[in-house]
C-alpha cells in the first residue's frame, strides 16, 4: 500500500528501511523521499514506527 503518493514510497519500503536500522521520521524521509513534500504521510509513518519498536525483543539492560 502506498504510504507517500507524492513520491510513491509504499509501507513494504518503509518497513525496508526499519529493518535495516532505519528508527526516525527523518531518517525514513532521507532514505525514501516519503514526508517530504505534503507531510499527510508523516502519521502513516509513525504508525509503521510505532508497529516497528512494539514488534521488536526487548533489550535486556
Do not use: F, H
Request: aromatic fraction near 2%.
Amino acid at each position: 500500500m502506498y504510504i507517500c503518493v507524492c513520491k510513491a514510497v509504499t509501507d513494504r519500503q518503509v518497513e525496508q528501511a526499519l529493518n535495516e536500522g532505519v528508527c526516525s521520521r527523518k531518517q525514513i524521509m532521507q532514505c525514501t523521499g516519503a514526508g517530504g513534500v505534503c507531510g499527510k504521510c508523516t502519521a502513516s509513518i509513525k504508525a509503521l514506527i510505532d508497529e516497528n519498536l512494539r514488534n521488536q525483543p526487548a533489550q535486556a539492560a
